[in-house]
């Protein structure tokens, strides 16, 4: 499985190689998992036929997923790219680098505005930054769509903190 993800880490443009690893990786999964079932004895076959069924259910479900929108390359890719990006951003923000980060989940949230994980960050970046005007514009958008999030929440406590502190500092 490792060597599969490590090749189509390699390939960054939709290939052919690339869309045929995608297409074909999930449903020999499912045909592994269908001939381990086999050899353990839950399945009642041999296991060459519990591999081919499995493989074939695995490719009908994979089908029929595309084929009703809920999957596609397209957004397989732009997903990885995302989450790839955000772990830059949050690797940014560990080491100190707000305003690199900040950039980062600024990005992120320019192509998918509603992603949590970029809000809470690009949050916590502002408050590090003391841009305290940043931080009450994103948290009150952030809270009209996760209302009541406890981790934003300890994020305005944190900002308030700060804010007192510096005012009574």
């Known amino acids: 499985m490792n060597c599969i993800r490590y090749v189509m880490s390699k390939l960054e443009r939709p290939t052919r190689l690339r869309v045929l690893i995608e297409i074909v990786y999930r449903p020999i999964i499912w045909g592994i998992g269908?001939?381990?079932l086999a050899v353990i004895g839950f399945?009642?076959?041999?296991?060459?036929i519990a591999f081919f069924v499995g493989f074939c259910v695995g490719l009908v479900h994979d089908l029929v997923l595309v084929a009703l929108g809920a999957m596609g390359y397209s957004s397989w890719v732009f997903g990885n790219r995302v989450g790839?990006?955000?772990?830059?951003?949050?690797?940014?923000?560990d080491e100190g680098?707000?305003?690199?980060?900040?950039?980062?989940?600024?990005?992120i949230l320019d192509q998918v505005p509603d992603y949590?994980?970029?809000?809470y960050y690009a949050i916590c970046c502002h408050i590090e930054l003391e841009d305290w005007e940043k931080v009450e514009t994103l948290s009150s958008a952030y809270l009209k769509i996760y209302p009541n999030e406890p981790d934003v929440i300890v994020a305005l406590e944190k900002a308030h903190e700060r804010i007192t502190t510096n005012s009574t500092g």
């Open 116 to 119: 949590q994980s970029a809000f």
């Open 97 to 107: 680098e707000w305003l690199e980060g900040l950039d980062i989940f600024t990005e």
């Open 43 to 48: 399945a009642n076959s041999e296991i060459p």
């Open 84 to 93: 790839r990006r955000l772990g830059e951003g949050v690797r940014k923000y």
């Open 34 to 36: 269908a001939a381990l």
